[in-house]
């Protein structure tokens, strides 16, 4: 059946107007639960859309949207749930997946002319956001840090949260991606990365941490005896031996990470089962807001991780890259853990500082006040001794 499917012109003429692999296996998927739905062909289901366009406007059945909005509803009530590895955990999707599933079935549709809007009360419900990502801060961080078992798991963390990079692209890096940068001692860490999903080549940066992390890592696999080529993946799976390095994989990392934020009390365990709001992802989002929060231009912060910015990508690699390189090590402090210790004591210490002052401010004040109150009363005292003074004589004379 599955070969059967991907061998159909149908699909294979859709399938290769789309580029990006990752959106291709989502579709695909949709496709396949909709041929499960509808218990059709891909042919059988253009056919029937195109018969139904010829006919007249008043006697059409608007069979491929009673279908969509059927599809729909079965997506969440009894669609199959598989968790990350492919095997089934209940029924039902959630409304964002169906949604997406929706869609991906109108653009199967739209490759063969044949448009479905789906508005008014046709108009499929927006989806709903479950669980959203949090917004970690470098103290949050440490937290997770903290509950980490291997150096790996650390400098695979912080290479995250301090260079924004997707969990793709950090599963994809290679030794030598550092290699010259830990030489140098080059402080920010510069690096050179290919975002395949959006196939954008562009620079991004790694703090202090990031760095001694990586260098704890490849002290512990030297002492397994695994001395990394360039060419080999930078972060190894566990178990991984020095004749063929084996990288880890983005599911791993994501087991890691929901592992990681259960045991810091960042999210319930009850969370089991659902999307967990300190995935990869969030250290990436988290980098983003970060350095949005401390005035970072948002082409740059695009840049910086890995998105399209047109004419710009160019630029911001050669001229203007010492001054990212600058603005990193600016914003570097709220990225880093050790860093972001001593600036949260800084501004503890400004502050207590700030009241200390204050105290002082206002005992000045309150000093200045009875300096004068007393100097009145030492006026209002000589004014009273000359009055005592002139009566003594007044009663003398008298």
Same mark, same amino acid.
């Given at each position: 059946?599955?070969?059967e ?21 989502v579709?695909?998927?949709?496709l396949e639960l909709?041929?499960?739905y509808t218990?059709?062909?891909p042919t ?14 008043r *006697? ?6 009673q279908?969509?909005i059927?599809f ?15 095997r ?8 964002? #997946?169906?949604?997406t ?7 199967f /549709?739209?490759?063969?002319? #044949? ?19 949090l917004?970690l ?19 695979i963390i ?8 997707d969990?793709s692209t ?12 830990l030489?140098?001692n080059e ?17 991004t ?6 760095? *001694? ?9 030297r ?14 799976k566990?178990?991984?031996k020095a004749?063929?390095?084996?990288p ?8 890691l990470?929901?592992?990681l ?5 960042? =999210? ?10 300190v995935?990869?992802?969030a ?29 710009l ?7 203007q890259?010492?001054d990212l ?5 600016e914003v570097e402090? /709220?990225?880093?853990?050790?860093m972001?210790e001593d600036l949260?004591?800084?501004?503890e210490i ?37 009055? =005592?003074?002139?009566l ?7």
């Amino acid at each position: 059946m599955k070969e059967e499917f991907e061998k159909d012109p149908y699909v294979v003429k859709w399938l290769n107007s789309i580029t990006r692999e990752g959106t291709k296996r989502v579709y695909e998927n949709a496709l396949e639960l909709y041929l499960r739905y509808t218990g059709m062909t891909p042919t059988a289901l253009v056919d029937e859309a195109l018969e139904d366009l010829k006919r007249d406007v008043r *006697e059409r059945k608007d069979v491929v949207k009673q279908r969509l909005i059927g599809f729909y509803n079965w997506l969440q009530t009894e669609a199959p749930k598989r968790n990350t590895r492919g095997r089934e955990v209940g029924k039902g999707l959630s409304s964002k #997946i169906s949604n997406t599933y929706v869609n991906a079935i109108r653009s199967f /549709y739209s490759t063969f002319d #044949i448009t479905v809007r789906l508005r008014g009360r046709s108009k499929l419900p927006k989806p709903k956001v479950e669980n959203r990502r949090l917004r970690l801060t470098n103290l949050d961080v440490k937290k997770l840090l903290d509950h980490c078992s291997s150096p790996r798991d650390r400098a695979i963390i912080l290479t995250m949260f301090q260079s924004g990079m997707d969990v793709s692209t950090l599963c994809s890096l290679k030794y030598g991606d550092v290699a010259l940068g830990l030489e140098k001692n080059e402080h920010p860490l510069t690096l050179h990365l290919y975002r395949k999903k959006s196939g954008t080549e562009y620079v991004t940066f790694l703090g202090k941490d990031g760095v *001694e992390a990586i260098r704890a890592y490849l002290n512990t696999l030297r002492a397994r005896g695994i001395e990394l080529k360039y060419e080999d993946p930078l972060f190894l799976k566990e178990g991984a031996k020095a004749r063929k390095p084996e990288p880890i994989a983005p599911f791993l990392i994501q087991k890691l990470m929901r592992e990681l934020a259960a045991k810091t009390g960042l =999210v319930s365990e009850k969370n089991n089962g659902k999307q967990n709001p300190v995935s990869p992802h969030a250290l990436r989002e988290s980098f983003s807001s970060i350095l949005a929060s401390h005035g970072v231009p948002s082409s740059v912060i695009d840049f910086l991780i890995g998105h399209e910015v047109g004419e710009l990508n160019e630029a911001y690699q050669t001229v203007q890259l010492e001054d990212l390189k600058k603005i990193y090590g600016e914003v570097e402090p /709220y990225l880093s853990v050790s860093m972001g210790e001593d600036l949260t004591k800084l501004k503890e210490i400004e502050e207590r500082e700030r009241e200390v002052q204050r105290i002082i401010n206002g005992l000045v004040s309150e000093n200045m006040i009875l300096k004068q109150e007393i100097q009145e009363h030492k006026k209002a005292l000589e004014e009273l001794k000359g009055a =005592v003074v002139e009566l003594r004589n007044l009663l003398s004379g008298g």
